[in-house]
């Protein structure tokens, strides 16, 4: 009765017997339908456009000649990679005039499983930020490294019935699709009808015929236009990307052509809250397209309505009747300089700063609300042993770092020998990378070497790396890598540099070891000092070295990682034996 009754004063509204809730006048409506701009009274009532034409309402708003757009959708996001809980990433995002994200809970799916899915859901609820969950296919990502829980179809099949769970997130276990492995295929069937994300880092143009075969519709890892055009002419929507460490938006958009364009879509994948608050998230991605010479009324099509047509979000993306009054008001269409955020046709934010009646308190505290399974990590206790790497020769595989990038390369070196063991070198830029396990206190340690952080001294450290969330540490000294080891295991998380001995700054977080329960304002002080602090060791500052150190962990990316079992090739999809670079250490090349 409800719904009907919503539905017979819209509309009564519409045609104009009864006042609209707002009407906003004197506004340039971009219409992404058509790609053009026009002009009319925008009316709502209970938080849905009604009409647009000339309309009176209880209120109104001058848009004094502004710009009128739908609000931006982020197409695919971790929420737990901004190290913010749900409620403090929505206050970032409103800010900069995203009212929608589809996120991938894999993150905390890994560490704690279904507690970690029951724990977004939750904490999702109420917002004034519609946050839809793509389910995570790959818990774990592979079987080569240790993981904190495992999900399967059956584990999965009861959420596909709630309301904000739209299908199944990024398909990264390539050979399991290509396989046709049982397991992945329950998966896949299971999601049949709805959305299947994919995940085709790596991937030629003849094998991505199996991933459209299995139903699998995006795409956000290609990195060159020409992986952007293979995907676009198999009937991908193609997810063009642009986070803290991996920006591709410059490679792409010359992809990107009028016939084409209302395909593709943004996404940030991960991005960091120093930059989500400083930059922006999807508006950044807008700017900057419109600055490189996108149309910008296109470029806020990829942003809104393509996003909501390639997530069937039926009634979003769009200034229309009978869609959600989630607006922004822009004062350049260019710049996208946001005046005003609507959500459901109330305001929420005005010149970047957030309406905090939009976001009452919690009943009970979001602090309070985490699940108990993922409150502490089980680290076995790290022995300067523990992190010795013995070597068969002097010529190793290393992991090539790749500034703001994701994927590595995988070079050979002649590294420093002492003892029969590797001996890290800041003059080499050649470091020890450690993965230590934390979900089950095994006592496994993955070792490897590392070029491209630069440090002059130092460790830093972190519980944030993809997709297991083992801890990580990469440094220049044995003694200051196991100093933050112990510092991450004492405070449940985080992260840590280290320098002579000291921690200098530190993060926790103890939502699973990815997420703090403070403000969005404190953890951006707190890396505001953590950046400080690995100044203070040399670290450079044109790419994220934390962030950086997360992805090195993640084995379905090229080239070489390194898991909790040892160094892996992503080409040869499994780990390098010992005597030629393997699991014990990168041995003699």
Not at 252 to 275: E, I, M, Q, S, Y
Not at 427 to 433: E, F, R, T
Not at 496 to 502: F, S
Request: negative net charge.
């Amino acid at each position: 009765m409800e719904q009907t009754n919503r539905l017979k004063r819209l509309i009564e509204v519409a045609a104009k017997r009864e006042p609209a809730d707002l009407v906003i006048k004197n506004g340039k409506i971009v219409n992404v339908f058509t790609g053009t701009v026009t002009e009319g009274d925008v009316a709502i009532a209970d938080g849905r456009i009604a009409g647009i034409g000339a309309y009176a309402g209880k209120e109104t708003v001058d848009a004094g000649g502004r710009h009128i757009a739908p609000g931006f959708i982020d197409g695919h996001v971790h929420i737990e990679s901004s190290m913010l809980t749900p409620r403090e990433f929505a206050k970032v995002l409103l800010r900069h005039g995203v009212t929608a994200a589809v996120t991938d809970p894999h993150e905390i799916a890994n560490v704690a499983g279904t507690d970690g899915l029951d724990y977004m859901l939750r904490s999702a609820e109420g917002l004034p930020l519609d946050i839809f969950v793509l389910l995570p296919s790959c818990v774990p990502a592979t079987p080569f490294e240790t993981n904190g829980a495992r999900l399967e179809a059956e584990q999965l099949a009861p959420y596909y019935g709630h309301p904000k769970v739209l299908g199944l997130a990024e398909v990264m276990n390539f050979p399991a699709v290509a396989g046709a492995e049982p397991g992945m295929l329950g998966k896949l069937a299971g999601a049949e009808g709805r959305h299947i994300d994919g995940h085709a880092a790596g991937i030629g143009r003849e094998s991505l015929n199996v991933y459209a075969a299995s139903g699998i519709l995006t795409d956000h890892e290609c990195v060159t236009a020409d992986e952007a055009r293979d995907r676009l002419e198999l009937g991908f929507y193609l997810m063009i990307r642009e986070g803290t460490v991996a920006k591709n938006l410059a490679a792409l958009l010359p992809a990107v052509t009028p016939r084409n364009a209302r395909r593709c879509l943004f996404v940030t994948d991960d991005k960091l809250p120093g930059d989500l608050i400083e930059e922006g998230s999807v508006d950044h991605i807008v700017r900057l397209a419109i600055r490189s010479g996108l149309d910008p009324v296109t470029a806020i099509q990829m942003a809104t309505i393509n996003a909501a047509e390639c997530f069937g979000l039926r009634g979003r993306g769009a200034v229309a009747p009978g869609y959600a009054a989630d607006l922004l008001l822009l004062d350049d269409l260019e710049e996208v300089r946001i005046r005003a955020v609507y959500k459901d046709g109330v305001q929420v934010a005005e010149r970047d700063v957030l309406r905090e009646e939009a976001f009452p308190l919690p009943d009970a505290g979001e602090s309070g609300d985490r699940p108990s399974s993922v409150a502490a990590l089980r680290v076995k206790p790290v022995a300067p042993k523990d992190l010795e790497l013995p070597l068969n020769g002097a010529r190793c595989n290393v992991i090539g770092i790749v500034p703001n990038q994701i994927v590595t390369r995988r070079l050979l070196e002649t590294v420093d020998v002492r003892d029969g063991r590797f001996a890290p070198s800041v003059a080499k830029d050649l470091l020890k990378l450690a993965v230590v396990e934390r979900h089950h206190a095994t006592g496994n340690i993955g070792l490897a070497i590392v070029k491209g952080f630069k440090l002059r001294k130092g460790a830093l450290a972190s519980t944030v790396s993809h997709d297991s969330h083992n801890l990580v540490v990469v440094g220049a000294s044995d003694e200051d890598m196991l100093a933050a080891i112990a510092h991450l295991a004492a405070c449940g998380g985080g992260l840590a540099v280290v320098a002579d001995g000291r921690v200098t700054a530190s993060l926790p977080l103890p939502v699973a070891g990815l997420m703090s329960d403070r403000p969005h304002d404190e953890v951006y002080a707190g890396l505001r000092a953590i950046k400080r602090a690995l100044a203070d060791i040399g670290a450079p500052d044109d790419f994220d070295p934390f962030l950086t150190l997360s992805f090195l962990t993640l084995p379905v990316i090229p080239s070489l990682k390194l898991t909790d079992r040892g160094l892996f090739d992503f080409e040869a999809f499994g780990h390098i034996a010992a005597e030629a670079g393997g699991a014990e250490g990168p041995g003699a090349g």
